[in-house]
């Protein structure tokens, strides 16, 4: 089984890479941000939970978020693996993940983190929003806010699995096709 956590600044290409990914490795893809959507549409008891706490301007607990990642888990028992997108964002949140893989007797495989500089995010973002209609996708100082808020939060999580032994980096410039070749590379050494 090959468990991936795909990780990368806003704009990195994670959401492109992983489409690529799921199709050749035949893996299911966890979005946490599919994953809110489609709890919170089918009103679940946790997509009500979850919309309470964003209803008031609060982040959604982790131990929401994990039960939502272990019911698409359980939703796949003859899964090939998975790949986490947007998951986990905080060292608490790798813990807890690894918790929940070990109780269904797998681990995470490895981290790949696509390496792109800010100046690329921005640019790729801002084109992004010509045509996501999302206005902070439009905005640069919101952009730039989000790049640093990745820095100080979520980077932390590399240098985890890095300490495991599973901490992995691709450049993430290049075209789609080249970005997928490196990551493959990775991914069948694993």
Same mark, same amino acid.
């Given at each position: 089984?090959?468990?991936?956590?795909?990780?990368?600044?806003?704009?990195?290409?994670?959401?492109?890479?992983?489409?690529?990914?799921?199709?050749?490795?035949?893996?299911?893809?966890?979005?946490?941000?599919?994953?809110?959507?489609?709890e919170?549409? &089918?009103?679940?008891?946790?997509?009500?939970?979850?919309?309470?706490f964003?209803?008031?301007?609060?982040?959604v607990?982790?131990?929401?978020?994990?039960?939502?990642?272990?019911n698409?888990?359980?939703?796949?028992?003859?899964?090939?693996?998975?790949?986490?997108?947007? !998951?986990?964002?905080?060292?608490?949140?790798?813990?807890?993940?690894?918790?929940?893989?070990?109780?269904?007797?797998?681990a995470?495989?490895?981290?790949?983190?696509?390496?792109?500089?800010?100046e690329?995010?921005?640019?790729?973002?801002?084109?992004?929003?010509?045509?996501? /209609?999302?206005?902070?996708d &439009?905005?640069?100082?919101?952009?730039?806010?989000?790049?640093?808020?990745?820095? &100080?939060?979520?980077?932390?999580? !590399?240098?985890?699995?890095?300490?495991? /032994?599973? /901490?992995?980096?691709?450049? /993430?410039?290049?075209?789609?096709?080249?970005? !997928?070749?490196?990551?493959?590379?990775?991914?069948?050494?694993?």
């Amino acid at each position: 089984m090959i468990n991936l956590v795909l990780f990368g600044p806003p704009g990195s290409g994670k959401g492109t890479q992983a489409h690529k990914l799921v199709k050749k490795y035949h893996l299911i893809h966890i979005s946490t941000g599919d994953l809110f959507r489609h709890e919170i549409g &089918s009103q679940t008891p946790l997509g009500i939970q979850a919309k309470a706490f964003i209803a008031k301007g609060e982040l959604v607990p982790d131990e929401v978020t994990i039960g939502m990642l272990r019911n698409k888990v359980e939703a796949h028992p003859g899964a090939k693996g998975f790949i986490f997108d947007g !998951f986990p964002r905080t060292i608490p949140q790798a813990e807890a993940l690894d918790r929940l893989l070990a109780e269904k007797e797998t681990a995470v495989s490895g981290l790949i983190a696509l390496q792109v500089d800010d100046e690329e995010i921005v640019k790729r973002i801002k084109l992004r929003g010509e045509t996501s /209609g999302r206005a902070d996708d &439009s905005n640069e100082s919101i952009i730039r806010n989000r790049i640093d808020v990745y820095k &100080s939060e979520t980077a932390p999580v !590399f240098d985890y699995y890095v300490q495991q /032994g599973k /901490g992995h980096s691709v450049d /993430g410039i290049g075209s789609v096709a080249q970005i !997928f070749e490196r990551l493959s590379a990775v991914i069948d050494r694993l």
